[in-house]
């Protein structure tokens, strides 16, 4: 009976331990959450929870915008997306097409600079995945709290600001050898050369000597940012595509935390 009594004792001083372990977690959670910005509250959201589920979304919105983007003419047949001529050639097309002769000479080229600078942005996109990934995996709670919190477009910032020069800096050969293999320079330099031959009746007093490769990055890299917080957005503001448990519980949250 004695041996019984030490048992029950026992499993009572067990329990009662286990349930001041879990206040004290609760404890820390909820300090943690606090901290953050956000009102305390374990059952609604772990700490575990609020970074998987932020990271999931952020994930698949990075795979949607890529994907979206690297499809043959999403650039091209995309009136917001659409990469137009460098600014130095735009102030000068008018007068091109307007001239019978330069028309003749340049018209189709630059049509033909066009879409291969669209082509060379679609081939590019692929190359973001990996940089943007690794900025996800060194989101710290901190971080994703203030995300999840933080309204439409605070991951696409986040991204932004923890990324951009990295991706900058990849995409810049990488858009270079796109734009080789569609060979633009054999497009573009007799464009080029035509328009300074003729900068005289076309209004300009010195040559013009567009950066191709950086005027296509920074585009690319602008129309991908733009991509990513129409998908974050969407998942904020649209429950039906939160895909899965983790979403739901991570963005249910933070619409109660507005």
Do not use: H
Request: charged fraction near 25%; glycine fraction near 6%.
């Amino acid at each position: 009976m004695r041996n019984k009594l030490m048992i029950l004792l026992a499993g009572v001083l067990t329990l009662a331990a286990c349930d001041a372990v879990k206040q004290a977690a609760t404890q820390v959670a909820n300090e943690a959450l606090t901290n953050a910005g956000a009102q305390p509250n374990l059952q609604k959201l772990t700490a575990d929870e609020a970074s998987s589920g932020l990271k999931e979304a952020l994930v698949q919105g990075i795979m949607n915008g890529t994907g979206n983007l690297g499809k043959a003419g999403a650039f091209l047949n995309s009136s917001s997306l659409k990469i137009p001529l460098p600014p130095d050639v735009q102030a000068v097309e008018k007068k091109i097409r307007d001239n019978r002769l330069l028309n003749s000479l340049i018209g189709g080229e630059l049509d033909k600079a066009v879409v291969a600078m669209n082509t060379g942005a679609e081939k590019s996109m692929a190359l973001a995945t990996p940089v943007f990934k690794k900025a996800i995996v060194d989101m710290s709670f901190t971080d994703a709290m203030k995300i999840l919190t933080g309204g439409n477009g605070a991951a696409t910032s986040y991204l932004k600001t923890s990324s951009e020069s990295q991706l900058m800096q990849l995409f810049m050969p990488e858009v270079k050898k796109s734009l080789d293999a569609v060979e633009l320079s054999k497009i573009w330099n007799p464009v080029v050369t035509q328009i300074n031959k003729n900068k005289l009746i076309l209004g300009l007093n010195k040559n013009i000597e567009p950066d191709l490769n950086l005027y296509v990055t920074q585009k690319a890299t602008s129309a991908l940012f733009s991509e990513i917080e129409n998908e974050e957005n969407k998942i904020r503001k649209d429950p039906v595509s939160r895909s899965s448990d983790i979403l739901k519980k991570a963005f249910d949250y933070a619409d109660k935390n507005k």
